[in-house]
Every structure is written in C-alpha cells, then in structure tokens.
C-alpha cells in the first residue's frame, strides 16, 4: 500500500469533493489496492489511527476528512460489538454493516448489481477511567472491499502454508455530526 509522499491535491475554490459509496470503493479504494494512479490525489494514508483521535485525522478542522489505512480487525467484545482503539477512546460499530453495490445494467430485484464493498458505521466514544465512557459526535464510515470467492480461497491456502497475507486497504470518512459536538 505504500506509496510515494504526494503533496494533497488541492481543488480550485467551489469545488468539493463528495464521492458517492461505488465511487469511493471502486474508483479509489481498489485502485489503492492494486496500486494504480487514483483519479485525484485527495486522499492521504493514515499509517496508524490506532493513535489518532478523531480530531486529529485529515480534514478534521474542515468537519469531513478521507484517508486510507491498512485494515485491522477489531477483536469482539463479550457483548458482541466490535470496538477500535484510537487516541482517548475507541471507535464502536453501529448497526448493521451495509453491501455496496454496483449497477451493471438494468435489473429488478438486486439483478444487475455486483457486490463491489461493504461500509461499517462506527461512532467515536470518549474513555478515560475511572469516568463512563461517553459517546462524541465523531462519526467514521469505513469502506472495504468486498472480498471475491477467489482471493478468499488464495487468502486461506497462504494462511494454510504459513505464508504472509498481504495487507489489506481500507478507506475510512470521519465526519463531525455538528448538533452532537462536545
């Protein structure tokens, strides 16, 4: 996933970058992926958000930031959510995760449509004991490519031979929900 250090392309004044879900994951995050230019270097990799809290990621001060960061599962919890730690608290999944489809072609009923990513809503919770925890009004969507029979197959054979997986980009959106705002 590494890529050479490019300085953030800045758009011209009124322009605004606000990719819908198929283009995020299909023009972006699997270009990333397989290491092929990106149709604009907008989005920064964030090596390690583990550390970062939220307002600390890209484009924070503007209320809306993208970036790429290598996937790492989060371990379940007794009750069954998945938590994240970052900064002075983690990052909790929230609902359900949800299929990012891409139309190909006209279709009735999910015909025509090839599964291509699923995006994870994860809410950000403040913690520092010995206090409660305390959810924020920091919201991260987190985009992963949907993963074919295939590479699923190869991915366990490695996995079998105690060969090396190859990391895995994901691409995540945190936004500020402002009326939420502590």
Not at 50 to 59: Q, V
Not at 87 to 96: D, V
Not at 130 to 153: F, Q
Request: hydrophobic share 35%; charged share 20%.
């Amino acid at each position: 996933m590494e890529r050479p250090a490019q300085a953030p392309t800045q758009l011209p004044p009124g322009f605004r970058f606000h990719p819908t879900d198929v283009e995020l994951v299909v023009l972006y995050l699997r270009r990333q992926a397989l290491a092929r230019p990106l149709p604009a270097a907008v989005i920064p990799v964030v090596h390690d958000v583990a550390r970062l809290d939220p307002w600390d990621l890209p484009g924070a001060s503007e209320g809306e930031g993208y970036f790429f960061s290598l996937l790492r599962r989060a371990p379940a919890t007794g009750r069954g959510s998945r938590r994240r730690r970052a900064g002075s608290g983690y990052w909790k999944a929230t609902g359900k995760e949800k299929p990012v489809f891409l139309q190909c072609g006209g279709g009735v009923g999910g015909k025509g449509q090839l599964l291509v990513g699923v995006k994870t809503a994860l809410a950000f919770h403040r913690s520092e004991p010995p206090a409660p925890s305390s959810r924020t009004g920091w919201i991260m969507h987190e985009y992963r490519l949907a993963v074919s029979r295939g590479v699923a197959e190869q991915r366990e054979k490695n996995a079998s031979q105690s060969r090396p997986l190859p990391q895995i980009p994901q691409l995540g959106v945190a936004h500020t929900t402002p009326n939420l705002l502590l």
